[in-house]
């Protein structure tokens, strides 16, 4: 059974950089995208960015300029590093997988809070 | 690109039919059959209840039904359960390997 383990700091201070990862259990980690999606309070989801095993990366335009996602493929694990966060960046942060050629996330991570206070 | 417009929240009673519309524009829903739908139990991870517009993952009830018309797709859900109570997203494929999901709609089972 796949299972999608997340694990990262929950709280920042304005400009400093989050840093979230994510491990793969009970899979291959070639053949897929892995992706990061977020949650803000109480809103809708949003698409971050993807990332596969040899570390090809898709990002969203609008977040592209903070978004550094990574692949450690010796521990199956991906990262994500979003840089100088504000406010409007509180959110539930999941990671989420897709089949290669598929266009749905069929697995996803238990889901991280991330606040970003002074 | 925008977020998919859903309406905020729909209710039924027990044993009815609901529709959820997701509404797009031609960049996204209506240009792929890339849409999929999202069951949201609070404090939970959206769990996949349709994709491709129209295809239900192994497990999933045959309850939940997809379509798409044009820039709009719809998740039918027949015979309404308490435990259908939750948040609805979708997600549609929105073409240069991005992907654009709904505001989220809440299911009251009344």
Known sequence: QVQLQQWGAGLLKPSETLSLTCAVYGESFSGYYWSWIRQPPGKGLEWIGEINHSGSTNYNPSLESRVTMSVDTSKNQFSLKLRSVTAADTAVFFCARHVTGDFYFDYWGQGTLVTVSS | ?110
């Open chain 2, 1 to 110: 690109q925008s977020a998919l417009t859903q309406p905020a929240s729909v209710s039924g009673s027990p044993g009815q039919s609901i529709t959820i519309s997701c509404t797009g524009t031609s960049s996204d829903v209506g240009g792929y059959n890339y849409v999929s739908w999202y069951q949201q139990h609070p404090g939970k991870a959206p769990k996949l209840m349709i994709y491709d517009v129209s295809k239900r993952p192994s497990g999933v009830s045959n309850r939940f039904s997809g379509s798409k018309s044009g820039n709009t797709a719809s998740l039918t859900i027949s015979g309404l359960q308490a435990e259908d109570e939750a948040d609805y997203y979708c997600c549609s494929y929105a073409g240069i390997t991005t992907w654009v999901f709904g505001g989220g709609t809440k299911l009251t089972v009344l």
